[in-house]
């Protein structure tokens, strides 16, 4: 049975009110000389933010079915948003209040059980609260400022991530093959940005590639989130061709139909509109990349992910047409097949895969690269290796959930094979 949304909107509502009431009672310990007035208008401010979280949650339940899924992933997508800008650092503001209101109980326990007074230990207090509210405000300003970078600018850094990878069975002519990964692009929400569509397409053929393999989750729920971008789509170029698997979010599981019939009319608009702009889909089969008398053994299955994904994926048919001596290149959405079918199971050589996004959220210095994502997918963004078999992990292009990307660019993946002599 699902839950009423009335309860649902009761528990958030009463989080909310519990993060701000702790959140305004640190505030109130901060010293500092205001106004009546100034300080009244903040406080409006600061009680308005909760009001505008709270009705916007209301309207997003109440009105949902009035909206059609493409705006109300857009309108989701800004509400998510707006909530990670202020509660997150109200968040981190609060530990430190929390540490504050540890120490003061703990100061004032001791002197109370020792019978103890100290005429000054009032104005301790006063500074010591003010140093930790004050520090906590600072520190929570950090993810303040981050998450507005990602929203404004980050989300739209676009880079090209590139790799080299030597194989010592990879076919002489295909010594410097360049391969543009591209993955989990969730065309959806980018509706009011279509320009940027247009600035990636134009980055992947500027790397001149020989072959563009689109990973899955081209949109978020429905195909018609192609249709605004066919245009821009259509210029992809490459040497030797496109082609292009399906993600979990590629089958509308995630929106109510009709009937089965009606989402099975969606899927099968989605693979015709990849195809009207070039792309070859690969539904659990294979297909020769031939350069003169050589060729290697390109593999696309259906999306395969562990609970609660999807397993349409079908390895073992997609390896039908394909010999045991050839150099293979799988497609398959979710890095956690590589782990639980191919490593180790099979002699494919590389596997392309996207799904995790990184998170849209990490840190990465030279040599070191985190994310938060790395507690769920062992393999998360970039090139993992278990002897001669390689996964790259491309963390995508789009954004969904929330509207930004925070030290997790949206990148092109470009990989050049080389003969490792």
Known sequence: ????????????????????????????????????????????????????????????????????????????????????????????????????????????????????????????????????????????????LSIIYGIGWGRFNFIVRKSNISYPNLPKEFDGFKIVQISDFHLGSFLSNKDKVEEVVELVNAQNPDLILFTGDLVNNLASEVEPFIKSLSKLKAKYGMYSILGNHDYGEYVQWDSPEKKRENIDKLINLQESVGFKMMMNESEKITIGNSSISLIGIENWGLPPFPQYGDLNKALENVEQSDFKILMSHDPTHWDAQVVEKTNIDLTLSGHTHGAQFGIEIPGWRWSPVNLRYKQWGGIYKNNRQVINVNTGIGFIGFPGRIGMPPEVGFIQLKIDN
């Open 1 to 144: 049975m699902r839950q009423s949304p009335y309860i649902a909107i009761l528990i958030f509502t009463v989080i909310i009110l519990i993060i701000d009431l702790y959140t305004f009672h640190g505030f109130k310990k901060v010293n500092i000389s205001l106004t009546k007035d100034v300080k009244r208008l903040l406080k409006v401010v600061f009680w308005i933010i909760p009001v505008i979280i709270v009705t916007g949650l209301i309207s997003l339940v109440f009105f949902r079915s009035s909206v059609s899924p493409e705006k109300g992933m857009i309108v989701f997508n800004y509400f998510s948003g707006t909530f990670l800008l202020f509660y997150i650092p109200k968040l981190i503001f609060i530990l430190f209040n929390i540490l504050d209101d540890i120490f003061h109980l703990g100061k004032f326990t001791f002197f109370k059980l020792k019978s103890i007074k100290s005429n000054n230990s009032d104005s301790k207090k006063i500074t010591r609260s003010t140093f930790l509210t004050r520090s906590g405000i600072i520190i929570a300003g950090i993810p303040f």
